[in-house]
């Protein structure tokens, strides 16, 4: 019996500021995971201060994730694919009969304690904010849910003659399934234009500080 393991990162950011009147997107809900499918999830805030709209916003600017296209990004979320096996030689094939595909996923938002002068107006468009934010965030956590579930039943589907042979079949499964996670990802941000479509835009568009 063999036993190995193998873990890939995948990181996918918000971006915000969409200057479009985006479509609704619909949710995505985190899918029930089989046995063999082990989530280690975490959620993360930094903090953002300000008493209006422009002092919030340059904080949001200043403390947020990304580069590039993604600069000043307002929320992260951070995956770890691992999973082990074991193998045994079972008549000519050698076989997997244990696979545990881990994924550890942590989301990052921003936290903002309004001071007392905060308008009313404010706050409330903060609190749709950050809940649509949320919601993109997980739809990003759900997909690498689902891709892990695939994963483990790709990995358990598959036979070879020798098990070196299966160690090789395992890491190019895992590589272009892990690929196709990253993909799905990317996908969701163009399909939500990085979380527009649900919400996630901030400032908030056609709001103006007074």
């Given amino acids: 019996m063999t036993t190995r393991g193998v873990s890939l990162a995948i990181a996918t950011v918000l971006a915000g500021c969409a200057s479009v009147s985006p479509d609704p997107a619909p949710s995505l809900l985190p899918p029930e995971l089989p046995p063999g499918v082990v ?15 422009a002092t919030l916003t340059a904080s949001m600017r200043a403390s947020g994730f990304g580069t590039g296209t993604a600069a000043h990004a307002q929320g992260l979320h951070v995956s770890r694919l691992r999973w082990h096996y074991h193998t045994h030689a079972e008549a000519s094939q050698c076989v ?5 595909v881990t994924i550890e996923s942590e989301i990052f938002v921003p936290s903002w304690d309004p001071p007392s002068s905060a308008r009313v107006e404010l706050r409330a468009q903060w609190r749709d904010f950050l809940a649509a934010l949320e919601e993109h965030e997980q739809g990003h956590r759900a997909l690498t849910m689902v891709g892990a579930m695939r994963l483990r039943d790709s990995l358990l589907a598959l ?9 090789l079949a395992v890491q190019v499964v895992g590589n272009r399934l892990s690929s196709r996670i990253h993909a799905d990802n990317a996908h969701y941000d163009d399909v939500t234009q990085h979380g527009a479509t649900q919400g996630a835009v901030w400032p908030p568009m056609g709001f103006r500080a007074p």
Avoid: F, N
């Avoid at 997997?96 to 545990?100: A, K, N, P, Y």
């Fill in 159 to 167: 036979r070879a003659s020798r098990c070196g042979d299966l160690g």
């Fill in 96 to 100: 997997l009969d244990t696979v545990i």
């Fill in 39 to 53: 989530l280690a999830a975490e959620t993360h805030t930094y903090r953002v201060v300000g008493r209006d709209l």
